[in-house]
């Protein structure tokens, strides 16, 4: 079966600090992934994806995540974190052969302090 | 260009009733896909259209249903309530049902049942 893992519930990091919000995934065939955002009472915002290429993905707000296949990890990580960033943060990975369904990981809420 | 948008934000409703849930995809965009956000379950797939046509469909019971118009609008509809599917429903839309494409998400339908 498919499935997202991501194995903190909660990533607390101070302002200006590097951040990484860990992501590891089982699925049969090529996967896609996504990394997607939730702030309080809102839907998803979309970040950024891996669909084939350069390992290494850029998205919006200085997000990025590192497409690690031995590992089968997709972890989000940016430089320097802001108070802002704080918000509750979903990995998803779709299967080539299912159309548009998503499978999403439980979320790991991001907790950025000044 | 305008978001996906959901209406109504907040339902209630009692036991037993039904409801319908209403989703306007970004222009352009022929996919639509529905969400359930649950604390416990997580996010969870309930079903995909892609041009009037369910393509993909969820684990879930035969109460929940949805279609979709030939604007690409679509609807959900869950009859005979259960205090379970509380939940903040999600609609996403995307350009087509291809796997590499982004879903991008509306604001979402809490819907409480009592």
């Known amino acids: 079966a498919q499935s997202v893992a991501q194995p903190e519930d909660q990533v607390n990091v101070a302002e200006g600090n590097p951040l990484t919000v860990k992501c590891t995934y089982s699925v049969s065939g090529n996967p896609y992934l996504f990394w997607y955002v939730q702030y309080p009472n809102r839907g998803l915002q979309f970040l950024l994806k891996?669909?084939?290429?350069?390992?290494l993905v850029k998205g919006s707000y200085g997000f990025e995540a590192e497409f690690n296949k031995s590992q089968t990890s997709f972890h989000l990580k940016k430089p320097s974190a802001l108070v802002s960033d704080s918000a509750l943060y979903f990995c998803a990975v779709r299967v080539g052969n299912q159309g548009g369904k998503l499978i999403f990981g439980q979320g790991t809420e991001l907790s950025v302090k000044p | 260009k305008a978001g996906v948008t959901q209406t109504p934000r907040y339902l209630i409703k009692t036991r037993g009733q039904q409801v319908t849930l209403s989703c306007s995809p970004i222009?352009?965009?022929?996919?639509v896909s529905w969400y359930q956000q649950t604390p416990g379950q997580g996010l969870q797939f309930l079903f995909e259209?892609?041009?009037?046509?369910?393509?993909n469909k969820g684990n879930f019971p035969g109460r929940f249903s949805g279609r979709q118009f030939s604007n690409s609008r679509s609807e959900m509809n869950v009859s005979t309530l259960e205090l379970g599917d509380s939940a903040l429903y999600l609609c996403?839309?995307?350009?087509?049902?291809?796997?590499?494409?982004?879903?991008?998400f509306g604001p979402g339908t809490r819907l409480t049942v009592l």
């Open positions: 996403a839309s995307s350009l087509d049902p291809g796997s590499a494409d982004t879903q991008y």
């Open positions: 259209y892609f041009s009037e046509t369910q393509r």
């Open positions: 891996y669909i084939t290429g350069d390992n």
């Open positions: 222009s352009g965009h022929r996919s």
